[in-house]
């Protein structure tokens, strides 16, 4: 069995509530984390070497380090909860079976940062987990780990939940903002980033669901001791949200570092392809991460075992590598056409582009349409080229990484299997059942 | 449709969202309160809806529509009392959505995005709701059912007629009162 | 100060200009074409990418590139900062790309547009675009409303510069049109019918971009090209009153702000002196107003300046932009 760190008590009856979560050692990290400086904390979390778990993988405390501290102003720590990426689904699983973990998470942080108010942005989806953790922050409050004055040690936390209202956009945390704030969701235009000017202008952090429960074990056991688990710059455990074509799928916490290979097919993990097929593709890191060809997912281009860890799954480059992204690991057996998996994906990418700025807005729609077309049976060979094309122009041109997300994996796609592009386009009569199309607009019009 | 206005126990509710956000940050609370107002009067929010959202924070219509109409949830015209929304982005059409889809669409008749002449379901596919590892699914109202087989849903659209279910996301109950 | 190099030219600017407007005090050669930012509604800019520029060296301190290019409307230059523009085969590619995407549902209709002549788009094109089109697919349509009895709005011309809400909030309490739905389905709208109906409406004319918002009393009048403009004042006690005069023949076709060479009107003027004073003794008349040489107004102007019987030509001051 690898570490668990966030998921250890994952089998206890009624984790889910304070009494037993505390029986386990719940709210140790606060108790610990108040006795310590803010500066303290902050850099166990350094040492940690915590990387934020949404996808982007950006060192957790250095983030911290960066919050502006300017007098007399407030600063506020904000959860993103708004997990939308496809294939990703771990935060949910968290905060439905684990309230209390980012309930605790969430006070150590906001503790570290001198933040009072916190928010916790969840995607209005997931309204039952909003119930949830509602009553969990409804018991904090009762057994006095949040409100004035918490454990008599004169610190104030507020907490709150937020839902939101159906945008992946939102999962960018400026866009998150916005939305906090009342408003579209439509990501800003950075600098000021928001450790500067964040919510209401004020300084803020915005981290992930995973991120903040990952500060718990971390304060509880030192950020050196945390920073031992896992390889290299991947410290520590991952949440991997596994889907597809699996015999088991689900969330598991892994070791980073664990072979692709042993996470496919051993039986404490997914349990091997459904059905005995063979692999044929794995999406590692949610659906903006680029698609890899079996054997590029097992094996690194230089030949040695592929490891889930954000350097190993890179190596290539977006060439031969990918990306750790979310943990959303998204498996495809031999069947599977990567080209109608791939209009999913730019239909996704179609639907939730914000409008903001001029290539995403028409060039996500542009994909949709023409890996539509190919998929119907009446592409060219220049579509092919010209979906190249624009996802280039995307890509790195767009306010927010939207672009990126909703470019790469047409690029991956058409890099690692033109050939069956070419198929669809040169030999449509092989293609069935291809009339399953939805304009996604239709019920607002009915 | 009667009056638009809350009843005083969901004003309450109200009132305690807006203050969770600061001191002239009022419009913060925008989204939660349309949720509710949508649940409350009709599963959509009407024009007048909205305004009447507008006018308890005090804000200009425009703003409303403008955050109304960017978010998905947001029903702008009458819908069914029951919405299934019926995910289909890759996890889920890897496991089958396009089958659960194509099933509903015969079952009930209607094509996506309609509602059925009686008013009951509304069909919508969706896209990603974070339940690729229970794949495939359907969201209605706030509840999640996973691990969806024809069968099953056949089961749940019978019980849904029978119980004249409407899919509401939250009621006054949702938040905690203080 | 900050000395900044674009294009291989070289000036020095204060803190805090943007890469745009250091450009544009460089002139036009280096200036960067922008169709969101507009200088006097200050949060605007960053949504239409056309000013995207390549950063070859962020600043003396830290010379390192920028991984990206930056969009120069919203990027403030720094001390030693290198930037290419013209010379930037990246930034002409992407600019390329920016315009092939918002031609992409535009419906060119230009030979019945009123913007025509004056539209930055078309001014857009013909600099950074290519003659041919790659898409086969059916334009985004929306239908025509008229906001109120003085504007237009044609939605299917727009290309999302936010420009008109930014106005909007700018001068008056009460906006009633916003940007409704998301992704490209995006549009500028009231959402209920409802006129936009305040004193300063009529510049969400002046700073759109494109055909989608025009002026209604001007509409088919005649082609921007076949009028004359003339700058002309008068005392007006809602607005600074400094405007152009449309003339053809010895009518005023239509009044707007003054725009200057970027095409941005520096001072907002109200609906009394664009929509009500159309007769030459309402104003004061400046002389006739500086265009730009490359500007297709230019091509058949002033063989006959219409001079107002009360003026004498010594009246008449040229304007120096």
């Known amino acids: ?446 | 449709m009667s009056e638009v206005k809350f009843n005083d126990e969901t004003l309450a509710v109200v009132h305690n969202l807006i203050r969770r956000y600061p001191e002239g940050r009022h419009k913060s609370a925008l989204l939660p309160i349309l949720h509710l107002a949508q649940a409350e009067f009709g599963g959509w929010l009407s024009p007048a809806t909205m305004d009447y959202v507008a006018s308890i924070l005090n804000i200009k219509p425009v703003e409303v529509y403008e955050v109304a109409s960017f978010y998905s949830m947001y029903n702008l015209n009458p819908v069914g009392k029951c919405i299934l929304e019926v995910c289909r982005t890759s996890s889920c059409w890897l496991r089958g959505a396009d089958d659960v889809i194509r099933h509903i669409e015969k079952r009930l008749n209607i094509q996506v995005g309609e509602t059925t002449a009686d008013g009951m379901f509304s069909l919508k596919a969706v896209e990603c709701l974070g339940s690729c590892g229970t794949a495939p699914m359907m969201q209605v109202g706030k509840d999640f059912h996973e691990n969806l087989t024809l069968e099953k849903v056949d089961e749940l659209l019978t019980q849904f007629a029978d119980e004249d279910k409407h899919s509401r996301y939250c009621d006054a109950n949702t938040y905690r009162k203080n | 100060m900050a000395k900044v190099t674009i294009d291989g030219v070289e000036i020095e600017v204060p803190d805090g200009t943007s890469i745009l407007q250091a450009a544009r005090m460089i002139g036009p050669t280096v200036a960067p074409p922008a169709m969101c930012f507009y200088t006097n509604l200050p949060s605007s800019g960053g949504y239409c990418r056309t000013c995207m520029v390549e950063v070859t060296k962020g600043s003396e301190k830290d010379p390192r590139p920028m991984p990206k290019l930056v969009a120069s409307c919203r990027t403030t230059v720094m001390d030693g900062m290198v930037v290419g523009n013209r010379t930037s085969d990246k930034a002409i590619d992407a600019r390329k790309g920016v315009v092939e995407f918002l031609l992409l549902n535009h419906p060119l209709d230009c030979p019945i547009c009123d913007q025509a002549g004056e539209c930055h788009l078309q001014d857009l094109s013909y600099e950074n675009g290519s003659a041919k089109t790659r898409t086969d697919f059916e334009r985004r349509t929306f239908d025509k409303i008229d906001i109120g009895d003085k504007i237009q709005l044609h939605m299917n011309r727009c290309i999302l510069c936010y420009r008109c809400v930014k106005v909007a909030d700018q001068l008056t309490p009460e906006r009633v049109h916003g940007v409704m739905n998301r992704g490209d389905h995006s549009e500028i709208s009231t959402y209920i019918t409802n006129a936009v109906d305040n004193e300063f409406s009529g510049n969400m004319i002046d700073v759109c971009p494109v055909g989608a918002l025009t002026d209604r009393t001007f509409r088919f009048k005649s082609r921007v090209w076949f009028t004359k403009p003339v700058t002309a004042h008068r005392d007006c006690d809602k607005c600074c009153g400094k405007v152009v005069l449309w003339y053809k023949g010895d009518d005023v076709l239509r009044v707007t702000g003054r725009k200057d060479q970027w095409g941005e009107v520096a001072e907002f003027i109200c609906n009394t002196c664009r929509f009500d004073k159309k007769r030459t003794d309402d104003w004061v008349v400046e002389g006739p107003t500086n265009l730009s040489r490359h500007s297709v107004i230019s091509a058949n102007h002033y063989e006959k300046l219409v001079v107002p019987n009360e003026l004498t030509l010594n009246d008449i001051k040229p304007l120096n932009p």
């Open chain 1, 1 to 446: 069995m690898g570490k668990k760190l966030l998921l250890q008590h994952d089998n206890v009856p009624g984790i889910d509530t304070y009494e037993v979560y505390r029986q386990q050692g719940g709210y140790a990290s606060v108790e610990k984390a108040l006795k310590m400086t803010s500066d303290e904390v902050v850099e166990e979390v350094k040492k940690s070497g915590l990387r934020g778990r949404g996808g982007a993988g950006f060192p957790t405390g250095m983030k911290w380090s960066f919050l502006a501290k300017p007098e007399g102003v407030p600063r506020y720590l904000v959860c993103n909860a708004d997990e939308s990426e496809p294939g990703t689904f771990k935060d949910r699983y968290l905060m439905q079976r684990h309230p209390h973990l980012l309930i605790e998470g969430m006070i150590t942080a906001s503790y570290a940062l001198g933040a009072n108010t916190a928010y916790i942005y969840i995607r209005g989806e997931y309204f039952y987990i909003v119930n949830i953790l509602e009553k969990a922050i409804e018991e904090a409050y009762t057994a006095g780990w949040l409100g004035d004055n918490i454990q008599g040690t004169g610190y104030s936390l507020n907490m709150y939940v937020h839902p939101g209202a159906g945008a992946y956009i939102c999962g960018e945390e400026t866009a998150l903002l916005e939305s906090l704030e009342g408003k579209r969701g439509n990501p800003r235009i950075k600098p000021p980033f928001p450790a500067v000017k964040g919510l209401y202008a004020c300084p803020t952090v915005v981290n992930n669901v995973e991120t903040i429960a990952a500060v718990v074990p971390i304060v509880n056991m030192g950020g050196d001791e945390y920073a031992k688990i896992g390889i290299g710059k991947s410290t520590g455990t991952k949440l991997i949200s596994a889907s597809g074509h699996i015999k088991k799928p689900g969330v598991y916490e892994i070791e980073l570092g664990l072979p692709v290979e042993e996470f496919i097919y051993s039986e404490e993990y997914c349990g091997g392809i459904l059905n005995d097929k063979k692999l044929k593709a794995v999406v590692p890191g949610g659906s903006s991460v680029p698609v890899l060809p079996a054997e590029l997912s097992l094996k690194t281009p230089t030949g040695e075992p592929r490891l889930m860890s954000y350097e190993s799954l890179s190596e290539g480059g977006f060439i031969s590598g990918s990306m750790l992204g979310s943990g959303g690991f998204i498996v495809m057996d031999e069947t599977t056409s990567i080209v109608r998996n791939l209009h999913t994906f730019t239909r996704f990418y179609h639907h939730e582009s914000c409008g903001q700025c001029s290539p995403c807005r028409e060039g996500t729609g542009w994909m949709e349409k023409i890996t539509h077309k190919i998929l119907d049976g009446h592409g060219t060979l220049a579509d092919i080229d010209l979906l190249w094309d624009i996802q280039r122009k995307i890509e790195g041109n767009t306010i927010c990484p939207l672009g990126d997300a909703a470019a790469w994996p047409v690029a991956a796609a058409i890099r690692h299997f033109r050939e069956e592009f070419e198929e669809y386009v040169s030999n449509p009569a092989s293609i069935v059942d291809v009339k399953h199309y939805y304009n996604i607009h239709n019920l607002v019009e009915a």
